[in-house]
């Protein structure tokens, strides 16, 4: 909760800020910038892992974004917005990562998950 009271604390003073100093807000919109930073992101996640990691990367963004919307189409699909589905793909893609490295490494991720609580640990044997 606390995270998205500072966030739209951080975003509010940001664009009150900017407004006050005569700013259009307008101006801030660049559709075309989104295009080359998405885009260079995703060049460089490409040029920096082993296919066998863009795969499962893939893989685990399209089933957070199939997850994400069957859900939000239970819930109602007004209430799915863009950010919901850019947490899903962007935590599938570090999932995917991780599990990836962990195996390559011989290693074991452990879940603990009940109500309220989820915990990972990630063993890595020391002679690796």
Known sequence: ??????????????LG??????G????LWHPFEIVIIVGSAIGAFLISNPMKVVKAAFAGAIAAVVVT???GRSVGAAQM??????AGVTMATFTA???TFVQQHD???EVDSRPGHTEFQIL???DS
């Open 1 to 14: 909760m606390l995270q998205i009271i500072g966030s739209v604390v951080v975003i509010g003073c940001i």
């Open 17 to 22: 800020g900017f407004v006050a100093e005569g």
């Open 24 to 27: 259009h807000i307008l101006a």
């Open 69 to 71: 919307y069957a859900l």
């Open 81 to 86: 917005t863009g950010a919901l589905v850019l």
């Open 97 to 99: 990562a991780v599990q």
């Open 107 to 109: 290693g074991l991720i």
């Open 124 to 126: 890595l044997p020391l």
